[in-house]
T-cell receptor, first 114, second 110 residues
Framework: KAGVTQTPRYLIKTRGQQVTLSCSPI?????VSWYQQTPGQGLQFLFEYFSETQRNKGNFPGRFSGRQFSNSRSEMNVSTLELGDSALYLCASSLRTSSRETQYFGPGTRLLVL | SQQGEEDPQALSIQEGENATMNCSYK?????LQWYRQNSGRGLVHLILIRSNEREKHSGRLRVTLDTSKKSSSLLITASRAADTASYFC??????????FGTGTRLTVIP
């Protein structure tokens, strides 16, 4: 089975712009979660989507949003970019049939905001 | 914050030695998972231990969980240079979102 894929892998934007990141989960996985990793804050949960519905949301401002399509692919969008949004954005997929499942992570998208 | 703390922040050992890293967390959990990350890349799942388990093994990995102390440890035996990476513990509380620890940076010297 192919793993979780994320596109693009690297991205450079300027303050005020918006960005869309994409994540394709492992085939058959219906849950996609997004995480932000920065040197200062570590790994932080953004949100989870399951069957096109947002199930959980972390403590991030409304500039961070996401969606999931019927094929389970997910996108996250960050509007009005700030310097502090520079980070590695990771998505993870799982079957989500129980709460005791492994999440499989993609390689991440490294976003640099100038 | 539910984020866990890992100890030590950095660890440097010789190849062949054992490496132990510890994780403490704050709330009740369903399970605790350990992940490895190489140089800012994606996370690789290593092992999952459920809240009703006390010890689990997988190859050279041994994980313990003490829910009364809200702590876990990861032991890597007979370390190899390829084990050089950052190791994170993550707790799952039932909502399928993981709360990650601060990580331990392990360097294995050949």
């Amino acid at each position: 089975k192919a793993g979780v894929t994320q596109t693009p892998r690297y991205l450079i934007k300027t303050r005020g712009q918006q960005v869309t990141l994409s994540c394709s989960p492992i085939s058959g996985h219906r849950s996609v979660s997004w995480y932000q990793q920065t040197p200062g804050q570590g790994l932080q949960f953004l949100f989870e989507y399951f069957s096109e519905t947002q199930r959980n949301k972390g403590n991030f401002p409304g500039r961070f949003s996401g969606r999931q399509f019927s094929n389970s692919r997910s996108e996250m969008n960050v509007s009005t970019l700030e310097l502090g949004d520079s980070a590695l954005y990771l998505c993870a997929s799982s079957l989500r049939t129980s709460s005791r499942e492994t999440q499989y992570f993609g390689p991440g998208t490294r976003l640099l905001v100038l | 914050s539910q984020q866990g703390e890992e100890d030590p922040q950095a660890l440097s050992i010789q190849e062949g030695e054992n490496a132990t890293m510890n994780c403490s967390y704050k709330t009740s959990i369903n399970n605790l998972q350990w992940y490895r990350q190489n140089s800012g890349r994606g996370l690789v799942h290593l092992i999952l231990i459920r809240s009703n388990e006390r010890e689990k093994h997988s190859g050279r990995l041994r994980v313990t969980l003490d829910t009364s102390k809200k702590s876990s440890s990861l032991l890597i035996t007979a370390s190899r240079a390829a084990d050089t990476a950052s190791y994170f513990c993550a707790t799952e509380t039932g909502a399928n979102n993981l709360f990650f620890g601060t990580g331990t940076r392990l360097t294995v010297i050949p």
